[in-house]
């Protein structure tokens, strides 16, 4: 059977925040000029920005991306939100499907300390599968520096990694080296998004699930579209990559984790996880 999901990512000019009417005429758009499309997903907290007013919160905007799903059947990953609840305020990307259903929910896991301050972390992996095509993980931003988050999705059989991001500083490069080895390790697709314009550098790349980067765009307005082909993620698992490295199995089989091993000792010399300060 074959299994292919078409996905455009949209690497938009993004003002600071209040840009709910704008995102929603470019997924229109992006609708109309690629009908074949079966979802659209746009970079971290594309609608507000950095502010947390309500205005911009998730619940105040979940009815209308979930009606916006629905009417052009698609998926929908609209970016995320700062949801405030009852523990306080977290990073949060709903999943909603072409049926204007919420089917999951990611919690961004690090929030980007201590530059994003008051911010709690979540504490679950975002998993989600659509029948009869395939297994999707996602996770957000600074996530993709702590490679357990990956591993932990492509263990739960995550084929594809989506990323919605908002970086506007100058260690985009390095994120993208991340992206590719987030790949390869994984053995599987990742499909990152930034944001452009004033929230962010653009620079959205996505990767094949053997390392190969597929598309890589560059700081303007832009799409990254992708035909997913979930029956390649598979072989790939199941062969190894260029039929050599199987890391999936190897872990699979002999599953470590080295928490028993930190040398707290060593850790504290490090100092507090705060702004660097002038060396002079």
Known sequence: MVRNFSIAGLQLNLDYSNNRELITTKIKNVVKRYPWIN???????????????????????????????LENDIWLIPGSFYDHNETGVTNVAPVISNKGNIETSCTKIYPFAPYENGIQ????????EIPDIGIFGMHICYDLWFPETSRALAMQGAQ?????????????????????ATAIQQQCYYFDVNAGGNQGCGKSIVIGPEGQVL????????????EVDFDSVDRVRQRGIKGLGQPLKSFRDDPKYFESTLNEKYLETLGKLEIPKKLN
């Open 160 to 180: 594809i990694i989506i990323h919605p991001s908002l970086t506007d500083t100058c260690d985009r490069d390095e994120e993208k080296i991340m992206a590719r």
């Open 121 to 128: 972390g979540g504490k679950e992996t975002c998993i989600f």
């Open 39 to 69: 979802m659209v997903v746009v970079s971290e907290l594309a609608v507000g920005g950095s502010s947390r007013s309500e205005e911009f919160s998730l619940e105040n905007n979940i009815e209308h991306f979930s009606n916006l799903a």
């Open 215 to 226: 598309t890589e765009l560059g700081s303007s307005e832009e799409v990254a579209l992708l």
